[in-house]
């Protein structure tokens, strides 16, 4: 019992997908074009100059990784990039924010965060590497916590709480 309406329904059906694909198709190279509209009207990327003042992290790092060390450091201790870096006194941007004299060495808190960054890799390679099966190395963020002065832990506010389970550890072996 073939429904006259058979060969129409086919013709249809086929007529959907062409279309469907066609439209796909059109689609398709729109979102190259609005993605390269997007990149041209974004800011182009910001250059940063090479330190030139570096005497405890690696010399050879670019402008761009001690940038993102610095974003790293600041997160970690909670605090500004002028926590440790001193404005410069003759130099203002044009809205009134100071201008940071990032090789400037008169901070002490950047000599502070000198030593805290020979010490943790100090830490890191000393102890750390040398434990078995160890991958995760301490960070400013271990002790800071999003804190420039770490926080004192206490440890008799804890001792409410049931105690913490033991986190899994593919690592290291269970007796430890
Ligand atoms: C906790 C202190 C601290 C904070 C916060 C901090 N810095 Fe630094 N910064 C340092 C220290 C220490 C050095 C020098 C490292 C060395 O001697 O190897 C440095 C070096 C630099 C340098 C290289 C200067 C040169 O020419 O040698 C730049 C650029 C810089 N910081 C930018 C920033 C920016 C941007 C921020 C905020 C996002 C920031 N810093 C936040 C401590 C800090
Ligand atoms: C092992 C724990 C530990 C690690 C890791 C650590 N810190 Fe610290 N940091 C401390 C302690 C504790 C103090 C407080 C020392 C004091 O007040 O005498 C401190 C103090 C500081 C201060 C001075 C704060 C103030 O108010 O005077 C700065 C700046 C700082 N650390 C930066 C860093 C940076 C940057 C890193 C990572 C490169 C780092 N620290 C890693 C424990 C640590």
């Known amino acids: 019992m073939k429904s006259p309406q058979t060969p129409f329904a086919v013709f249809a059906l086929v007529l959907a997908a062409a279309v469907l694909a066609s439209s796909t198709a059109a689609q398709a190279p729109q979102s190259p074009q609005g993605k390269a509209a997007d990149q041209s009207s974004a800011p182009p990327p ?96 271990t002790c800071h916590r999003g804190h420039i002065g770490p926080e004192p832990f206490d440890a008799s506010s804890q001792s409410q709480k049931p105690p913490m389970p033991a986190p899994p550890d593919q690592n290291r072996p269970a007796s430890q």
């Open 46 to 141: 910001r250059s940063f100059p090479a330190p030139t003042n570096l005497k405890v992290l690696p010399k050879d790092l670019t402008g761009q990784q001690v940038r993102d060390i610095m974003k790293q450091w600041s997160a970690s201790l909670g605090s500004r990039c002028d926590s440790c870096h001193a404005e410069d006194p003759d130099n203002v941007r044009p809205d009134g924010r100071p201008i940071l004299k990032f090789a400037d060495d008169s901070k002490p808190m950047k000599a502070v965060a000198r030593t805290m960054y020979t010490m943790t890799e100090q830490i890191n390679s000393n102890y750390i590497a040398r434990l078995e099966g160890s991958g995760l190395p301490v960070t400013c963020g």
